[in-house]
């Protein structure tokens, strides 16, 4: 995550987490450490993993005191294992106490999204089909989660809804039909958005190729009705996969005639990975 869009958009969002965390004060902190003094914490590893996240990780301790060092040995994709080392953090002791749980938080979340990620798009390789995310973010750390999929070798689906058009069954019925949704979202949209239409039979993947959609989502269908649905789009879209995709069943996919599979698992399923903050010290 580079300065710009940290500064942007993250360091408000991670204020909004520090405020949650200490409402008045630390009480806890300021009843040990009632004055400034510099020490030294490490960021250890505790289970195997993919690491995302480290420059959010620092940041928060740079929100709550500028002078906060953070020295790491590891970078964002960088394969971790249990008992490993990450990096030192040196600063006021009262900030490296404060801002731990805010700190491991982000960095366990987003690290377990990389690592769960990675272990999908390796059951992928060879098959030229992309993994994508969803939408089905946490609220307010969308910036974050998007970013850990990438860092695990996955894509980014749109990010929110102004990002494209996504036609789903909900909206197809508020229009009256397939072909009406995507002739009334071409008159609206401007020319440089794609339009997806998310369908549930190879009848509606035959419609919606008909009236130009440029990816068909199938959504929810068996192995044979994907097949059936790739062979009517013919080649006149794109076709992603969407519905209850996980590791125990995405290599099923590889022979199917997909191009994208998108899978909400990666983050609203996807478990943290252990870290933790040691061998803390005084200066």
Same mark, same amino acid.
């Given at each position: 995550?580079?300065?710009?869009?940290? &500064?942007?958009?993250?360091?408000?969002?991670?204020?909004?987490?520090?405020?949650?965390?200490?409402?008045?004060?630390?009480?806890?902190?300021?009843?040990?450490?009632?004055?400034?003094?510099?020490?030294?914490?490490?960021?250890?590893? *505790? =289970?195997?993993?993919?690491?995302?996240?480290?420059?959010?990780?620092?940041?928060?301790?740079?929100?709550?005191?500028? $002078?906060?060092?953070? !020295?790491?040995?590891? !970078?964002?994709?960088?394969?971790?294992?249990?008992? =490993?080392?990450?990096?030192?953090? $040196?600063?006021?002791?009262?900030?490296?106490?404060?801002? %731990?749980?805010?700190?491991?938080?982000?960095?366990?979340?987003?690290?377990?999204?990389?690592?769960?990620?990675?272990?999908?798009?390796?059951?992928?390789?060879?098959?030229?089909?992309?993994?994508?995310?969803?939408? *089905? @973010? @946490?609220?307010?750390?969308?910036?974050?989660?998007?970013?850990?999929? +990438?860092?695990?070798?996955?894509?980014?689906? +749109?990010?929110?809804?102004?990002?494209?058009?996504?036609? &789903?069954?909900?909206?197809?019925?508020?229009?009256?039909?397939?072909?009406?949704? #995507? !002739?009334?979202? &071409?008159?609206?949209?401007?020319? #440089?958005?794609?339009?997806? #239409?998310?369908?549930?039979?190879? %009848?509606?993947?035959?419609?919606?190729?008909?009236?130009?959609?440029?990816?068909?989502?199938?959504?929810?269908? @068996?192995?044979?009705?994907?097949?059936?649905?790739? +062979? /009517?789009?013919?080649? +006149?879209?794109?076709?992603?996969?969407?519905?209850?995709?996980?590791?125990?069943?995405?290599? !099923? /996919?590889?022979?199917?005639?997909?191009?994208?599979?998108?899978?909400?698992?990666?983050?609203?399923?996807?478990?943290?990975?252990? /870290?933790?903050? *040691?061998?803390?010290?005084?200066?």
């Amino acid at each position: 995550m580079n300065e710009i869009t940290m &500064k942007l958009h993250a360091d408000r969002l991670i204020r909004m987490a520090l405020e949650e965390d200490i409402s008045s004060e630390d009480v806890s902190t300021n009843a040990v450490m009632p004055g400034a003094r510099q020490g030294e914490v490490d960021l250890i590893c *505790k =289970q195997d993993g993919i690491l995302a996240g480290m420059d959010v990780f620092a940041r928060v301790f740079e929100l709550l005191d500028e $002078r906060t060092v953070t !020295r790491s040995e590891c !970078r964002d994709g960088d394969f971790v294992r249990a008992g =490993q080392k990450l990096a030192v953090v $040196r600063g006021d002791i009262r900030v490296l106490l404060s801002g %731990e749980r805010v700190a491991l938080n982000y960095l366990q979340r987003m690290s377990g999204i990389a690592t769960c990620t990675h272990e999908l798009v390796q059951l992928l390789e060879g098959t030229g089909i992309t993994l994508l995310d969803t939408r *089905k @973010t @946490t609220p307010n750390c969308r910036i974050f989660e998007k970013y850990a999929v +990438r860092v695990g070798g996955g894509s980014n689906h +749109r990010y929110n809804l102004s990002d494209g058009v996504l036609l &789903k069954d909900n909206h197809i019925g508020a229009a009256g039909g397939v072909a009406e949704a #995507v !002739r009334m979202a &071409k008159e609206y949209a401007p020319f #440089v958005r794609k339009i997806e #239409v998310e369908v549930e039979t190879a %009848e509606q993947a035959a419609e919606a190729a008909a009236a130009g959609a440029d990816i068909i989502m199938l959504d929810n269908m @068996t192995d044979d009705q994907m097949r059936a649905a790739i +062979r /009517l789009i013919d080649g +006149r879209a794109a076709t992603e996969c969407s519905g209850n995709v996980t590791g125990e069943n995405i290599a !099923r /996919l590889a022979d199917i005639g997909i191009d994208y599979v998108s899978s909400g698992a990666l983050t609203h399923s996807a478990p943290i990975l252990d /870290l933790s903050m *040691k061998n803390l010290h005084a200066l």
